[in-house]
């Protein structure tokens, strides 16, 4: 059975294959490339001489990593922040009575919570700063082991794409070694340095973007807990100013202004150290949040670095096939030719009658 297609040009269903790749409109008598057959065509590969593994065979992956790189889970960092958080409660609960302990224990639920929210924080970056100590320690060892030292070509890519791939997934996880990955399969696919190079840059690009998001977070957090404070001073001064209306009803009796004061003064303590504590919390993130970016973006840089001069620079693209025609301008040309000739089958077609 004859297969037709639709012609892009009539929009009728006239279109039969004049050869592969190349279609004729018997409607409207123009001719159109396949698009299916285009793209195989184009992206054709051909297997290295002597290579025991073809170059077109699937490029293994491994099983993919469950977090992007940089990504940290929150959950494991709650739990460790209610277990640190009970622990400092459990150390005040010991000590004898001071102005620190009433900071975070006689003025309401607002210093709970400022603790809870600091406490999370401080050990999700902790977790961050552990994990940029493996990254690092993994970036020293060089995931290439050694291949930077020799040319690197579409079958030894290969071959490093099933060894990276094989990593233990925290390995895996990693800024550098998913770098590596999807670079070599870009390189395996299309074996061109400058593409890889451009390719590279907007990795480069996506893991700054995606090291600046992580810290969404921890941003919160910082605006959080001043944002508690200020709560807690409203709920203070209202308190106080409550208080004070007690104290106008009470100026007739001296016990019961001195009774009214102390709600006043007890109000105006929550307003000013619930501040205070909130202040002091947010420094404690900060500073540390600054340090840990940093070194989040020095290994960052560091990865740049390693990837040109031990992968960029080692590539071979003239090894990564001995056939000349492996290339996408002879692959384009070969799709011209083969439109040429339909087209002159075409004009031939169309002259037989004539001579008739």
């Known amino acids: 059975m004859t297969r037709e297609a639709t012609c892009p040009y009539c929009g009728e269903r006239t279109a039969r294959a004049a050869e592969p790749g190349v279609w004729r409109c018997a409607a409207c008598g123009r001719s159109f490339l396949d698009a299916s057959e285009a793209a195989s065509t184009e992206h054709e590969e051909v297997a290295l001489p002597g290579d025991p593994t073809d170059v077109r065979a699937p490029i293994e992956i491994g099983r993919p990593a469950r977090r992007a790189p940089g990504e940290v889970s929150s959950a494991p960092a709650l739990g460790w922040a209610i277990g640190s958080s009970g622990l400092f409660y459990g150390v005040l609960a010991l000590l004898p009575a001071s102005r620190v302990g009433e900071l975070f224990t006689a003025r309401g639920w607002v210093p709970y919570a400022i603790t809870g929210i600091s406490f999370w924080a401080l050990c999700l970056l902790a977790a961050r700063a552990r994990r940029l100590a493996r990254e690092r320690a993994l970036l020293d060892r060089d995931p290439l082991h050694g291949v930077s030292a020799t040319p690197l070509d579409r079958r030894a890519a290969r071959r490093e794409i099933e060894r990276l791939a094989s990593l233990p997934e925290a390995e895996r996880e990693s800024f550098v070694v998913d770098r590596l990955l999807r670079t070599l399969r870009h390189f395996a696919i299309r074996p061109r340095v400058g593409e890889v190079v451009e390719f590279l840059s907007g990795e480069s690009r996506a893991d700054e973007a995606r090291v600046d998001a992580s810290y969404a977070l921890v941003r919160v957090f910082v605006w959080a807990v001043p944002t508690l404070g ?18 106008l009803e009470a100026a007739a009796s001296l016990d019961g202004m001195k009774e009214s004061i102390g709600s006043v003064t007890l109000g105006l303590g929550v307003a000013f150290d619930t501040t205070l504590l909130a202040l002091v919390m947010s420094i404690l993130i900060m500073f540390p949040a600054s340090a840990v970016q940093r070194l989040e973006e020095g290994l960052l840089a560091a990865v740049d670095d390693y990837c040109g001069a031990a992968l960029i620079a080692r590539l071979d693209e003239r090894g990564s096939s001995a056939d000349p025609t492996d290339s996408s301008e002879a692959s384009v040309e070969r799709l011209a030719r083969r439109l040429v000739q339909a087209i002159v089958a075409a004009r031939d077609e169309a002259a037989e009658p004539e001579r008739d």
């Open 230 to 247: 200020f709560i807690g001073t409203v709920l203070g001064i209202g308190s106080a100013v409550a208080g004070f209306s007690q104290t």
